[in-house]
């Protein structure tokens, strides 16, 4: 679901060129993607994977929004004004 | 279609329900009467929360249990149960829960597609809050057929 809702919420913010995949924690290590999206319940289990960033809620889209946008920011990705809001 | 699923049959109401283990044996009755799963999946569903899966949770007291398609499922299925008041998952005070889901799902491409209209549903703020203020089976369908044909 989150794997979805990010798909959606790049493609509001007008951001192409992301790879989004999504995982089980055993099949994922460190270095396999700049930033890991993951529930607050398997946050501490998965903080060894590099940029993590904890979701309160995988449906809620505002809080994804904020936080992928954070993300891209801190990545040094241009988020176009275009589509914000949307 | 969600709709095809979540229909009079699954779509089930409770009241002062005993707890989450009583609330996972009622949202998978209708899928055990149905033979959507054997029973063995409702043991896995419980013992998969029990040692801690409250991963289930999505947020807004919306809980979605299932478990894996060779743990107990002979057709693919779906059940909502919305229990007054809310319960704890895992008795865990974290994870009051007011609705929930029980997908049963043959294969993963089944699974991603039914997943995909939930997430759709869920994610939807109006839709989402719609849902959970529901008290009829017909209410709830409503809503589902309004996600169905959004986009």
Same mark, same amino acid.
């Given at each position: 679901?989150?794997?979805?809702?990010?798909?959606?919420?790049?493609?509001?913010?007008?951001?192409?060129?992301?790879?989004?995949?999504?995982?089980?924690?055993?099949?994922?290590?460190?270095?396999?993607?700049?930033?890991?999206?993951?529930?607050?319940?398997?946050?501490?289990?998965?903080?060894?994977?590099?940029?993590?960033?904890?979701?309160?809620?995988?449906?809620?889209?505002?809080?994804?929004?904020?936080?992928?946008?954070?993300?891209?920011?801190?990545?040094?990705?241009?988020?176009?004004?275009?589509?914000?809001?949307? | 279609?969600?709709?095809?699923?979540?229909?009079?049959?699954?779509?089930?109401?409770?009241?002062?329900?005993?707890?989450?283990?009583?609330?996972?044996?009622? %949202?998978?009755?209708?899928? !055990? &009467? *149905?033979?959507?799963? @054997? #029973? +063995?999946?409702?043991?896995?569903?419980?013992?998969?929360?029990?040692?801690?899966?409250?991963?289930?949770?999505?947020?807004?007291?919306?809980?979605?249990?299932?478990?894996?398609?060779?743990?107990? %499922?002979?057709?693919?299925? !779906? &059940? *909502?149960?919305?229990? @007054? #008041? +809310?319960?704890?998952?895992?008795?865990?005070?974290?994870?009051?829960?007011?609705?929930?889901?029980?997908?049963?799902?043959?294969?993963?491409?089944?699974?991603?597609?039914?997943?995909?209209?939930?997430?759709?549903?869920?994610?939807?703020?109006?839709?989402?809050?719609?849902?959970?203020?529901?008290?009829?089976?017909?209410?709830?369908?409503?809503?589902?057929?309004?996600?169905?044909?959004?986009?």
């Amino acid at each position: 679901m989150v794997h979805m809702n990010i798909d959606k919420v790049l493609k509001e913010l007008g951001v192409s060129g992301i790879d989004v995949d999504h995982a089980d924690l055993g099949s994922v290590a460190r270095g396999d993607a700049d930033a890991v999206f993951v529930g607050r319940d398997i946050a501490e289990a998965a903080e060894n994977l590099g940029d993590l960033v904890v979701l309160n809620s995988i449906i809620d889209i505002n809080e994804l929004r904020t936080k992928v946008r954070a993300t891209l920011e801190r990545k040094g990705v241009t988020v176009p004004e275009v589509g914000v809001g949307a | 279609m969600l709709n095809d699923y979540l229909t009079s049959d699954t779509i089930k109401f409770a009241e002062n329900v005993d707890g989450w283990r009583d609330a996972i044996t009622q %949202v998978t009755a209708p899928l !055990l &009467s *149905s033979g959507s799963i @054997t #029973p +063995a999946y409702v043991d896995a569903v419980t013992a998969s929360i029990a040692a801690g899966g409250v991963y289930i949770d999505l947020g807004f007291g919306i809980a979605l249990a299932h478990s894996r398609p060779e743990h107990g %499922v002979l057709q693919t299925g !779906l &059940s *909502s149960l919305r229990v @007054t #008041p +809310a319960v704890l998952l895992n008795d865990d005070p974290a994870h009051p829960i007011d609705l929930f889901f029980c997908l049963a799902a043959t294969d993963q491409q089944s699974h991603l597609k039914t997943m995909m209209e939930l997430a759709k549903l869920l994610s939807d703020d109006e839709l989402r809050t719609r849902l959970l203020a529901a008290t009829t089976p017909a209410e709830t369908s409503t809503v589902i057929e309004e996600n169905g044909t959004q986009e």
